[in-house]
């Protein structure tokens, strides 16, 4: 996920503004994850893992349409902060006190915005013609862009895609790290970039990504099968081999 401060844009501005994704303060996102515990059926990070999180003054607003799949508003210290949670690859109009309006889209890590609706439209159109080398980089760069990534689901995707050209894939590899996935919610990322790779799950077994990765490649459809299971003893000794696999003992929470 990713977070968004719309307060950076400027409405008198003509020309396309884009923002990156540059954090949240901590207490303004624990106020809006307390907020949504208590009032929606989004109980858990996993839930809204794919989503863009944008938060405005209160005297702004986003127009209400698919895109937004939830909004609120928070009071910390006396100041009012409204927040939306937003499908990538999609357009909002933005509105200020005056009814100015500024239309925005989120693709990777970049928030673009315009007071021209088809400018928007044309950012979105260059990517849908975006050419592949071939349809593994295009399913990963589909992936990419859904949000719903994680450090040790980048790690495999640039290992099987090194040359993807896609913001947040360079990123993670200018880092220089080799993560893997610590508990089911890393997994579950993993397991949903495999499946979304076509023979994936063959182009695993190629990778060569030092002794946690050989532990968990090796076990992988023992833990898969415990990850997708609705029985809690199933899902708790393929949570215990993972952690095995990481030379790690933490028990999996009920």
Known sequence: MNFYNLSELQFN?????????????????????????????????????GLE????????????????????????????????FLKKNSVVEFQNENNDSLFITVLGETLHSS???????????KKSEKKFPSEGHKAAYAWLESGEVGMSSLTLCAAMFPDLDHETLQRHKSKEQINYPYDFGDFGR???????????????????????????????????SGYLSEDSADRETSYNLLQRCIGRTKKLKS
């Open 13 to 49: 501005k003509k020309s396309t503004q884009s923002i990156k994704s540059d954090g949240i303060p901590v207490e303004l996102m624990s106020e809006i994850f307390m907020q949504l515990s208590k009032t929606t059926e989004f109980k858990t990070t996993e839930s809204i893992s």
């Open 115 to 125: 007071s021209d609706l088809e400018a928007i439209n044309n950012i979105l159109k």
């Open 190 to 224: 993993c397991y949903k970039f495999i499946q979304a790779i076509p023979e994936g799950a063959e182009k695993l077994k190629t990778l060569s990504l030092g002794t946690e990765w050989s532990n968990i490649i090796s076990n992988w459809s023992s833990i898969e």
């Open 53 to 84: 999180l944008c938060y405005y003054d209160a005297n702004h607003s986003l127009k209400e349409n698919d895109a937004i799949v939830v909004s609120g508003e928070v009071n910390k210290r006396r100041t009012k902060t409204k927040y939306s």
